[in-house]
């Protein structure tokens, strides 16, 4: 009777205890209304009226409400519809613990109030088929030890997103932005990896990156170049945003190898690339102990000139005007001084140049061989800076100013030479009574709006003075603009606007001792405006899509007489065309191992008027005697219309993490072209432009490579091969006259080229002693086979190209002593370039001629230098007004006289080969620079 009795009293304790327990949750569902007027509240006191009215009290730390709008009205709501108004737009939740009458806020989680059904490793045989498949859809809550994570801390724990328990999935999407903590430019091509999990990104240009992450805890890490690698926990609650504000790596200033992040070298899909960091050009001995980005350029495998002192660069048997140099996103057509021996860049404003010589990213084109993409710093935007030199030809200094705290910042960058004992101290005597000046400056502005918008404006200009005979006075200047807005338009796509104007000139005044005084003036304009979008598909596909316009303004030449010279005047007629591109790239991730980048961009070119061309018989060679025609366009008439589509395809496959294959393809269009019968490029070559009888220039090119790092990227080692094909590239008939000419086209010649090749580099990254070691094998070949004779080169067969050399051995090595004393080494060598020799004279009508052999038959001896150089770093005391070091550099240790080039004159009858250097003696050099 009594077990009865306890098992009914039982049993009415039970359903007393539901009963109050459904009431009370009617009470606080229902019943608790909150009422509350807008009223001027902190907070603080809002969540005092909350706890008066609902009865219950609430949990938190203080600074995790200060945010929080509190001005909306309540009236009639319940508790639980209060709070989730209030947390609807921030990362808080809440619990209620109804007994106690208690309510705690949360940041990010969820309390669980039960074990989910796998945590012990077995599901309860009792488990509603609902909550199976609830746990099935959901990931596990995320238990954090404290104790672990700080012990291996090296940013703040980082919760992303508000739990919520409708919407629970396994990945999250982490977003944000790579800002350098201490200029607040973006960082591109950081690589952002998840520990254990396989997880990689790369920011974009714009610093920005997606990523899908497991729901809970995670270790994220970042690494690239210049910055310090990080590492940070993060936990996913849900969908979120974070930004990496990185420190520079300061390690990084003492290297000189031209270093690349294992994860552009090895796992990007993109071949035949390099970046080269300004800074690592330092301490590079070069001549005169001048900084030189470009020369550094020289002594990477692929990349050449036709000598010492020629201006321009050779790309895998590319001519000089088949490269795309780009400053701040605006072309400039000559980006030297003195010769070619000098950059026309300042060193200490450049912050670094990526060079393609394959398939380029899909935005660039209109040249055949490479893009040279050269980019300036951002100023320091918390302090004044500034760097500067003095040399023994050239003094310099930059300043990096704020103009307003973490927003806005202006570089402002001046050069300027003394070069003229140098040319009095040549082993030339035609140059040793000549004079050379140049200077360049260069003024930046970059603002940063917020995270999601930042613009930047380039100003540069640059001016050359030179004067190689007593009576000709010649000059030429490179001046450009260019404006680029980067916008974020949402979490996936960035746009970038840039608009830019280039235009160089050169002229020649020339003062004689008779009545023939004259200036001679030439100059090539152009403007472009470029709309890019990149959109971050997925963690599989990024697009990069847009469109380009450029109007191109050349004035072929005139010459105005001086002084009541008796030379005639003469003005030919300015030239005009236009030149636009869709393009569309997609990098997809096939596989793990497996990835593509596809590009196609579309090009269209038309010369325009106001303009006359001239038509020629057909079945008879083209010259003034051949004219049939002269046809007369209109201002803004389309004269002739050319283009097409391009490719640009590559893919990577990973043989294993660091071992790497990759290829591409791209073919591509050249409308413009220099028209020169120099052996070697001059600053007063002129551009010409596609027309009615001037085709433009087509390439294509193949290019398979293999990848692979040693030893944690301590040595990065790459084997790539090459094989171009070039058509209507251009060159001139023998004896040509080019300047001045109303009709060029009848000068010049249109044929076929190819080149081909193997590379090989190796690079010690890290360490007292690094460096690198290249050798390229490569041939540079042209055929002209016209249907005249007249029209043919060589018999109509293949031949070297002036810049045909096919060995080439570069060797960069920097020993670091201690923290201020290093030593430097840099050696050259190359097969000499072919040269046409004469093989023979006749007499004519009581005259002697010269026979000479098929062009280009013969070779110059071979190129060969050896430069050594010793850095001296100040002392590194912290607290100093100015950070120092000091280069001793000698240029031509070994005293090599290498030829620049060789000609012929007749003496007594005979005729004689003669060689001019430019450098035939060791030159030594002292440079003091400084930091500040």
């Known amino acids: 009777m009594k077990t009865r009795y306890n098992h009914f009293h039982l049993l009415k304790v039970g359903i007393s205890f539901a009963l109050l327990t459904f009431w009370s949750s009617l009470t606080f569902a229902q019943e608790n209304s909150i009422t509350i007027t807008k009223a001027e509240r902190t907070p603080s006191e809002f969540f005092a009226e909350l706890e008066k009215q609902s009865g219950y009290s609430f949990f938190y730390l203080k600074e995790w409400i200060e945010d929080i709008d509190v001005s909306k009205d309540y009236s009639g709501s319940s508790i639980t519809d209060v709070l989730d108004d209030l947390f609807s737009k921030t990362n808080l939740n809440y619990y209620v613990l109804e007994g106690e009458k208690r309510i705690f806020l949360l940041q990010n989680g969820i309390i669980y109030d039960e074990l989910p059904t796998t945590f012990l490793g077995s599901q309860d045989s009792v488990t509603s088929k609902t909550n199976s498949i609830v746990a099935q859809n959901a990931p596990p809550p995320t238990f954090y030890a404290e104790t672990r994570a700080q012990a291996t801390d090296k940013l703040p724990l980082v919760r992303i997103g508000r739990a919520d328990q409708q919407n629970l999935r396994e990945t999250y999407t982490l977003s944000g932005r790579a800002i350098n903590a201490r200029t607040g430019e973006a960082i591109p091509d950081l690589a952002i990896r998840v520990k254990g999990k396989g997880?990689?990104?790369?920011?974009?240009?714009?610093?920005?990156?997606?990523?899908?992450?497991?729901?809970?805890y995670n270790v994220v890490t970042t690494s690239a170049m210049?910055?310090?690698?990080?590492?940070?926990?993060?936990?996913?609650?849900?969908?979120?945003?974070?930004?990496?504000?990185?420190?520079?790596?300061?390690?990084?200033?003492?290297?000189?190898?031209?270093?690349?992040?294992?994860?552009?070298?090895?796992?990007?899909?993109?071949?035949?690339?390099?970046?080269?960091?300004?800074?690592?050009?330092?301490?590079?001995?070069l001549v005169l102990g001048e900084r030189n980005i470009l020369e550094v350029a020289k002594a990477l495998p692929g990349i050449s000139s036709a000598g010492e002192g020629a201006s321009g660069l050779n790309v895998r048997g590319g001519k000089t005007d088949q490269n795309l140099v780009l400053l701040d996103d605006a072309v400039i057509y000559n980006p030297t001084h003195f010769f070619g021996i000098f950059q026309a860049l300042n060193p200490f404003t450049t912050e670094k140049v990526n060079i393609y010589k394959g398939a380029a990213p899909v935005e660039f084109g209109g040249r055949l061989s490479s893009v040279f993409d050269i980019e300036t710093k951002n100023g320091n935007e918390e302090k004044i800076s500034g760097e500067g030199s003095l040399g023994p030809v050239t003094a310099n200094l930059a300043l990096e100013i704020p103009l307003k705290k973490e927003a806005s910042s202006l570089v402002v960058g001046g050069r300027g030479a003394y070069a003229d004992w140098i040319l009095r101290s040549l082993d030339d005597e035609s140059l040793s009574n000549s004079e050379a000046s140049f200077f360049d400056g260069i003024v930046k502005y970059h603002h940063r709006f917020n995270e999601n918008s930042e613009v930047r404006a380039t100003a540069y200009y640059s001016k050359d003075n030179f004067s190689i005979t007593s009576d000709s006075l010649y000059n030429y200047s490179n001046r450009l603009f260019s404006m680029r807005w980067t916008h974020r338009l949402s979490d996936r796509t960035t746009g970038v606007l840039t608009a830019g104007n280039s235009d160089y000139n050169f002229g020649i005044d020339y003062e004689s001792e008779g009545n023939n005084d004259f200036e001679l003036d030439y100059a090539i304009n152009e403007s472009e405006l470029k709309y890019k979008l990149r959109t971050r598909l997925n963690d599989d596909h990024a697009l990069d899509y847009g469109l380009s316009a450029k109007y191109y303004s050349v004035n072929p030449g005139s010459i105005e007489p001086q002084d009541d010279s008796n030379v005639a005047p003469v003005d030919i007629e300015q030239e005009q065309a236009l030149e636009g591109a869709l393009f569309l790239g997609d990098e997809f991730k096939v596989t793990d191992k497996l990835l593509l980048s596809l590009g196609a961009r579309y090009m269209f070119y038309s010369a325009m008027g106001k303009a006359t061309q001239n038509t020629y018989q057909e079945g008879a060679p083209r010259n003034e005697a051949t004219v049939q025609d002269t046809v007369s366009y209109g201002s803004g008439e389309f004269i002739k219309m050319y283009g097409g589509p391009e490719a640009r395809i590559s893919a990577r496959y990973l043989l294993a993490p660091d071992f790497s294959v990759k290829a591409s393809f791209n073919n591509s269009y050249q409308f413009i072209h220099t028209l020169s019968n120099n052996t070697t490029v001059s600053p007063i070559d002129t551009w010409k432009l596609s027309d009615l009888n001037i085709k433009p220039q087509k390439g294509y090119q193949a290019t398979l490579g293999f990848y692979k790092n040693f030893q944690d990227n301590m040595f990065e080692l790459s084997l790539e091969g090459y094989y171009k094909m070039m058509d209507d590239v251009l060159d001139f008939k023998t004896g040509a006259d080019l300047l001045l000419n109303e009709n060029v086209e009848t000068e010049v010649l249109q044929g076929e080229g190819k080149a081909y090749g193997v590379e090989f580099l190796l690079k010690k990254n890290k360490g007292d002693f690094n460096g690198w070691l290249s050798y390229t094998y490569s041939r540079s070949l042209y055929k002209f086979n016209g249907e005249y004779p007249e029209e043919r080169i060589n018999n109509g067969k293949f031949f070297p190209s002036n810049f045909d050399k096919p060995h080439d051995v570069s060797l960069i090595a920097n020993y670091k002593l201690t923290r201020r004393f290093s030593f430097s080494m840099n050696f050259a060598y190359q097969t000499g370039r072919p040269i046409t020799y004469p093989v023979g004279t006749f007499r004519f009508n009581n005259a002697d001629y010269v026979i000479f052999s098929d062009r280009n038959k013969y070779r110059i001896p071979d190129y060969y230098r050896l430069d050594l150089g010793v850095n001296i770093e100040g002392n590194h005391k912290k607290n100093k007004l100015a950070h120092s070091f000091v280069t001793i550099?000698?240029?031509?240790?070994?005293?090599r006289n290498n030829p620049y080039s060789v000609f012929f004159v007749t003496e007594d009858g005979e005729v004689k080969a003669l060689q001019s250097s430019i450098f035939g003696i060791p030159i030594p050099s002292i440079t003091y620079n400084f930091k500040f």
């Open 199 to 216: 997880i990689v990104t790369i920011t974009n240009e714009t610093g920005n990156y997606t990523l899908e992450l497991p729901a809970g």
């Open 889 to 895: 550099q000698v240029y031509n240790v070994l005293g």
């Open 226 to 285: 210049g910055i310090k690698d990080s590492e940070r926990e993060v936990i996913m609650y849900n969908n979120g945003t974070l930004n990496l504000n990185l420190g520079e790596s300061l390690e990084q200033l003492d290297e000189v190898v031209v270093e690349a992040d294992a994860v552009s070298n090895v796992e990007e899909a993109i071949t035949s690339s390099e970046e080269i960091e300004s800074e690592e050009s330092k301490n590079i001995p």
